[in-house]
């Protein structure tokens, strides 16, 4: 049974760092996409940060572009994603997926598997 569990998110001051963490137990396959994602309440779903599971290629959104940075330690099968400079406009529910996509097309995709979200609060 496959089973992502977020952690890491809490309430900052505008321009102030939060490092969320992403543990991942039971996937089948080696080669994978993980997927950051956030919704705001009102807004659709946005896919912010990517990350394939094999050399570690990497994908961003325009808005988080030069102050989020996702990354991987595949030995503990967690996945982070660092926000720095964190604006109002960030807050949102964060969420991690995660499903086997071929290489390259980690962004814009439907990921099979979610965990519960951990909430992201900036405030002014």
């Known amino acids: 049974q496959v089973q992502l569990m977020e952690s890491g998110g809490g309430s900052v001051q505008t321009g102030g760092s939060l490092r969320l963490s992403c543990i991942v137990s039971?996937?089948?396959?080696?080669?994978?996409?993980m997927g950051w994602f956030r919704q705001a309440p009102g807004k659709e779903r946005e896919g912010v940060a990517f990350?394939?599971?094999?050399?570690?290629?990497?994908h961003y959104a325009d808005s988080v572009k030069g102050r989020f940075t996702i990354s991987q330690d595949n030995a503990k099968n967690t996945v982070y994603l660092l926000m720095n400079s964190l604006k109002p406009e960030d807050t949102a529910m964060y969420y991690c997926?995660?499903?086997?996509?071929?290489?390259?097309?980690?962004?814009?995709?439907?990921?099979?598997?979610w965990g519960q979200g951990t909430q992201v609060t900036v405030s002014s």
């Open positions: 039971g996937y089948p396959y080696s080669r994978y996409c």
């Open positions: 997926a995660a499903d086997s996509l071929p290489q390259g097309t980690c962004p814009g995709r439907e990921y099979k598997y």
């Open positions: 990350i394939y599971s094999i050399g570690g290629s990497s």
